[in-house]
């Protein structure tokens, strides 16, 4: 199954309004943004579990990231509030579930598979960061590497935002929203940019929130110029 698998365009989902496709597991929905790959695959998702919903314990190869949009998120490892972010690198292994339901962003194989590094993160208790270059704009730092920088950021009011992407973006509106490329965005709104691109965007009335990953879309884009070969 290939779903907006062309990296080198701007792709937009408006997740809020699409219908749940059922999981393989009883009570696991999910709303596809992109995905290369059946049920093994590289996927970015909304993915929602109904109370008491749970998958039997699996090892990811791959790598998963993933931010708890609401409710609670568990796994053996504790339990994962609203806002919580973490990151399961390659070899970890675990049992997810969730006892009263929550919904979750979620992106599989998308890590470097020498990476070990596990983040687990609460965003609701964590610092904003002013940004001098960007008055308009506040930002939680969640990871960074040589390939990519992983945020929340926050954008005042009517603010107009504008940022070079050369190696591509992501976003997910979580709060409020923006106009971008004639289009409005809402919560569970996704845009991806290609590498080479910049984002121009037109803040709400009531500010925005996203989450926002940039600079990864090299390494994608890399990847398959080398498969194509």
């Known amino acids: ?46 993915v929602r579990y109904a109370p008491g919903s749970r998958f039997s314990a699996h090892t990811h190869d791959g790598g998963e990231e993933f931010l708890v949009l609401d409710g609670v998120f568990q796994d053996e490892h504790g339990d994962y509030p609203t806002g919580s972010y973490l990151r399961n690198p390659p070899t970890s292994r675990h049992t997810p579930g969730s006892a009263t339901g929550c919904t979750l962003f979620v992106k599989l194989w998308q890590f470097d598979l020498a990476d070990r590094l596990s983040v687990r993160l609460n965003t609701a208790s964590a610092a904003w960061l002013s940004t001098p270059d960007r008055p308009s704009v506040e930002l939680l730092p969640l990871f960074r590497d040589d390939n990519e920088d992983v945020r929340l950021e926050r954008w005042a009011p009517g603010a107009e935002v504008s940022l070079a992407l050369p190696g591509g973006a992501e976003l997910l509106v979580l709060d409020g929203g923006f106009d971008e490329g004639g289009e409005t965005f809402v919560p569970q709104s996704w845009l991806r940019l290609p590498c080479g691109s910049t984002l121009r965007a037109t803040v709400g009335p009531a500010g925005c929130e996203v989450w926002i990953k940039t600079g990864h879309l090299r390494r994608v884009m890399g990847v398959r110029q080398i498969a194509a070969k």
């Open 1 to 46: 199954m290939n779903v907006n698998d062309d990296f080198t365009r701007r792709i937009v989902v408006h997740a809020g309004g699409l219908g749940w496709t059922p999981s393989p597991i009883p009570g696991v929905d999910r709303r596809m943004l992109d995905r290369i790959g059946d049920e093994v695959a590289r996927a970015t998702s909304i």
